[in-house]
C-alpha cells in the first residue's frame, strides 16, 4: 500500500530535550516536505527536499531540521524544542513535477511542556 | 505575493444544501490548483484539482471553478452530505512551492 509513515502519532516532551519525527515513503518520490498545522494558520510548511542531500527552508523553519541522506527517509529534528513547537506535523511526499498530488502521513501531534 | 487567502473560515450547511469555499492566490506563477479535505485525526488528501488551462472541473458531486483573470478559484459541493463534514484546505502550486489556504472548517446538519 502506497503510504507515508510517520512517528510518533503523539509525543509529549519537555523543553529542551531533543527529539526526531520519522517520515518514510514507499513510492520512490522524489520531493518530501513538512507541515506544521497550527488552529487559524492552516498548514505551512517548515522545510522541504528535492532530492536526496537537497534540502530547502520552507516558511517556519526556526527551531527545525531535516536531513534527506536516503530518498524514502526525511526525518524532522527538534534540538531543544520550545512550548511554540507544540503543534500537530505532518510529513508528505510527491513525485517530481512537484505540481502533482502531494500525500500526507497521519500526522504526529507534538506536546512540548 | 505567496499568499492563498481562504475563506469562509467555517461553514454550517443544510444537508442536500450547496457549500461553496472561495480562494484567492496573487503569483501567476501558480500553475496547479488542488483542494484537500482533512477529517479529524487524519492528514489531508486530495480531494480535485485544476489547472488554469480550463474554467471548470466536475468530479461526482465536488466541482472547481477557476477564474484565471481574477486570480480566484472556488470548491462548490453539491447535495452536500453530513460525511463530508471536514476541514477542507486549498492550495496553489508552482515552482516547486506548494501554498496552502488555512482552511474552512465545514460542518453538514444531518
Known amino acids: 500500500e502506497a503510504q507515508v509513515t510517520q512517528n510518533p502519532r503523539y509525543l509529549i516532551t519537555v523543553t529542551g530535550k531533543k527529539l526526531t519525527v520519522t517520515c518514510s515513503q514507499n513510492?520512490?518520490?522524489?520531493?518530501m516536505s513538512w507541515y506544521r498545522q497550527d488552529p487559524g494558520l492552516g498548514l505551512r510548511q517548515i522545510y522541504y527536499s528535492m532530492n536526496v542531500e537537497v534540502t530547502d527552508k520552507g516558511d517556519v523553519p526556526e527551531g527545525y531540521k531535516v536531513s534527506r541522506k536516503e530518498k524514502r527517509n526525511f526525518p524532522l529534528i527538534l534540538e531543544s524544542p520550545s512550548p511554540n513547537q507544540t503543534s500537530l506535523y505532518f510529513c508528505?511526499?510527491?513525485?517530481?513535477?512537484?505540481?502533482?498530488?502531494?500525500?500526507f502521513g497521519q500526522g504526529t501531534r507534538l506536546t512540548v511542556v | 505575493q505567496q499568499q492563498v487567502k481562504q475563506s469562509p473560515q467555517s461553514l454550517i450547511v443544510q444537508k442536500g444544501g450547496i457549500s461553496i469555499i472561495n480562494c484567492a492566490y496573487e503569483n501567476t506563477a501558480f500553475d496547479y490548483f488542488p483542494w484537500y479535505q482533512q477529517f479529524p485525526g487524519k492528514g489531508p488528501a486530495l480531494l480535485i484539482a485544476?489547472?488554469?488551462?480550463?474554467s471548470e472541473k466536475k468530479e461526482g458531486r465536488f466541482t472547481i471553478s477557476f477564474n484565471k483573470s481574477a486570480k480566484q478559484f472556488s470548491l462548490h459541493i453539491m447535495d452536500s452530505q453530513p460525511g463530508d463534514s471536514a476541514t477542507y484546505f486549498c492550495a496553489a502550486k508552482g515552482n516547486d512551492k506548494i501554498i496552502f489556504g488555512k482552511g474552512t472548517r465545514l460542518h453538514i446538519l444531518p
Open positions: 485544476i489547472r488554469p488551462d480550463v
Open positions: 513510492m520512490n518520490h522524489e520531493y
Open positions: 508528505a511526499s510527491s513525485p517530481r513535477p512537484a505540481n502533482t498530488e502531494a500525500f
